[in-house]
């Protein structure tokens, strides 16, 4: 029974990592652009050798 | 003609001038924010829609002299360009211009600013309610499955931890329903925003009593998920709602050109629109738009007035005719007299009809709203009605007050707020694939409900650029090309296209408002108007073209607009499907009939201009017909916002395109699987609030029992949102056969 003293300040720490990342990521506009992000990725940078 | 091709011949004939006014982006320089050393461009770039696009766009600016950013914004259009160093803005435009997408400068307007806020913060508010879900529902689970082990002080822990967690999130996540619940009261009425609000702080303030006092029953739980859920679908509004741009704005872009007014001792100054007087003289030059309503002064003047009334061939003008502002001069220099100011022009008419439209479709009630207005009254009197039946069954006040809080939780809107956004989404990304795109989610409503279908004629049923008609005989048409090749004008351009590529004569002379003539041989070739060539036609309109050579007698050339393919078989589509079919168009009785004719519709109205078509569809309103209005012109820019419905074809001008509901790509073709998918999109959006409403009627009776436990809470607000979703998700299978 002791095991959830300490399990569940775990979790909701890891949970707030995530909710952390999440508004880190909003707040730096990774999704102003979706339909761009999806795009992005088929441009080909390298050039032919 | 599209605003791509308007630009491109202004710029044609605006080769001659260095000077960067006369650049169709000359008025670009405005824009640029300055910081320091670094220059910043925003602008708005259409019709890139690929990752392709993408590359090739950032990449040509990118390889400017001293561009060290270019970044474009495939969702929203948004080109941001920051560079160093003497590189003009017009080069940035032209650049991209010149890779064959529509540019033009992007001023951030406040509207844009919020909206863009307002979604960033609806997605926070999002997150935060999903990690306070996610985190009590761990807590509640262990609770409900420890029922009857768990012991009274474990299972207050576990609650006042949950709450714990719940109340930063109710405090932030619910803040746009609380902010909009406000503002709604504040005026005496209510929206769906009102019983969520209320549902929520309820929830969350009798679960911090029987927190406290070691009840039973804590509805944390349900008070974070509701949010969620009503989150996800606030967001897909928000979402689909931000593309929208404002018409006005585009409008007020394209009168504020500067304008070239001749003194009274004779010396030409560039001054601003808003100045020009009645009775001023205004130099016209070759390829410039006039801004206001003026009569031409000199003796003789073609124009190209497709913007504003339709006509796809050029018109010429004798002394004393009006030239109407968004005209465009086809032949030399000329002046006119101002007739108006700019205020009064007809492009500052069309921006007043523009905003008479958008305030009517703001007054248009959407299904989501009625269904509200039914819903609120009878789930709050019936909580009241609980409250007041427990406490008369003598049950107590905190018994009671219990019940109806989970009476008010379990009928809360979830599906009713997501029945509308989610069947939007999946209806816009299907309208997406097919090439339409959609402007705002309560347009499909309207769409569905379309019975009259009115179709501009010019560059929605013909191709609006003029072509050579088949019964030229090949000849005429390669030496025609001779002299034609050395020309911009848009007949020349059409003779030029249908002889391919060959020989051009050398010292070609253009006459502006006349024609072509070079000497060949020895001998004198003209290519010109009837009248120039000598030959009557007695026509204003210089539809035909002659061709003399030498002494021989003049051979016409005759032009024709031609159907844009596939237009015919989608007119025969909707007349099946029971939709009337009108043809609206500004060109002449001859033309407007000849096509009428050939589509097989029965109704049209020729020669008709831009109030006339507002007018009209005036008309069909008191007629209780809902229009849908099709066009793509200046001149149609008033009739499509004041529409019940309207689409634009992709070619057509910025300002339409922002007054219409939908753009669409391609012909036509496409407007019957779009009102066929509209019409599919408000049955599933019916069956989604039936399903909301057969759901309340099941679970008042279980709540007003008593029995709403916050189990039964959660589990019977995630399957109505869950199943309103996934019937909403049914309408991606929509497919143009069926």
Known sequence: MSGILFLIPIALFMGLLGLGAFIWAVRSGQFDDPIGSANRILIDEDEPL | MSSADVLAHTRDWSLGDAADQDSPFGGLSAFVQKSGKSQHLELHVSGAKCAGCLAKIEKSVGALDGVSEARLNLSTGKFNVTWQGPL??????????????????????????????????????????????????????????????????????????????????????????????????????????VPISLAIILAFTVSVVETIRGGEHAYFDAAAMLIFFLLIGRFLEARV????CSAANDLAGMSSRAVTRIDCDGNAIKVNPGVVAPGDTILLAQGERAVVDMALNDEFCELDESLVTGESAPHL?????????????LSGPVQAKALSRASDSLLADIGR?????????????????????????????AAALTFIGWMLAGAGFRESILIAVSTLIITCPCALALAAPVAHVVAAGKLFQLGIFLKSGDALERFASVDRIVLDKTGTLSLGVPQLSDATDERTISDAAL??????????????????????????QEIPGCGLEA?????????????????????????????????????????????????????????????????????TNE???????????????????????????????????????????????????LAHASVTPGTAIDISQAASDAVYSGGITSLPVLLKLA??????????????????????????????????????????????SLNAIRLAAFSEGK
């Not at chain 2, 709602?241 to 929208?244: E, G, I, L, N, V």
């Not at chain 2, 589509?599 to 008309?619: C, F, I, N, W």
């Not at chain 2, 069909?620 to 849908?628: C, I, S, T």
């Open chain 2, 88 to 193: 003009p803005a017009s080069d940035i435009a032209e650049t991209v211009s010149g890779l064959g997408y529509g540019v033009s400068a992007a001023a951030e307007t406040d509207a844009d600013e919020v909206q863009r806020k307002e979604e960033r913060e609806l997605l926070l508010a999002m997150g935060v309610a999903a990690f306070a879900a996610a985190n009590i529902m761990l807590l509640s689970v262990s609770v409900w499955a420890g029922a009857g082990e768990m012991g009274s002080n474990t299972k207050q822990i576990m609650h006042a931890i949950s709450g714990v967690i719940a109340l930063p999130a109710v405090a932030f996540s619910g803040r746009p329903f609380f902010r909009s619940a406000w503002s709604v009261l504040k005026r005496g009425r209510a929206n769906m925003d």
């Open chain 2, 241 to 244: 709602r931000r593309r929208a």
């Open chain 2, 317 to 329: 003008l004798s002394k004393g005719m009006r030239i109407y502002a968004g005209a465009v001069n």
């Open chain 2, 353 to 381: 009809m523009l905003d008479a439209g958008e305030q009517r479709r703001s007054a248009y009630r959407k299904i989501a709203d009625k269904a509200v207005a039914l819903y609120v009254p009878f789930v709050h009197s």
């Open chain 2, 483 to 508: 002299l034609a090749r050395s020309s911009r004008h848009p007949l020349s351009r059409a003779i030029s296209d249908a002889a391919g590529s060959g020989p051009v004569a050398s010292n070609v």
């Open chain 2, 519 to 587: 000497t060949i041989d020895g001998v004198l070739w003209r290519l010109g108007s009837g009248r120039w060539i000598g030959v009557d036609s007695g026509d204003t309109h210089t539809r035909n073209l002659y061709l003399q050579r030498g002494d021989e007698t003049p051979v016409a050339l005759e032009f024709a607009d031609r159907l844009i393919p596939g237009t015919e078989d989608a007119i025969r589509q909707l007349e099946k499907a029971g939709y009337e079919t009108e043809i609206l168009s500004g060109d």
């Open chain 2, 591 to 641: 033309r407007v009939s000849e096509v009428a004719r050939e589509l097989g519709v029965s109704r049209y109205t020729s020669a008709a201009s831009p109030r006339d078509k507002a007018a009209h569809l005036e008309v069909l309103r008191e007629q209780g017909h809902k229009v849908l209005m099709v066009g793509d012109g200046l001149n149609d820019a008033g009739a499509l916002s």
């Open chain 2, 679 to 724: 019409r599919r999109t408000r049955s599933v959006m019916l069956e989604n609030f039936t399903f909301a409403a057969l759901y309340n009627l099941v679970a008042i009776p279980i709540a007003v029992t008593g029995h709403a436990t916050p189990l039964v809470a959660a589990l019977a607000m995630s399957f109505s949102s869950v199943a309103v």
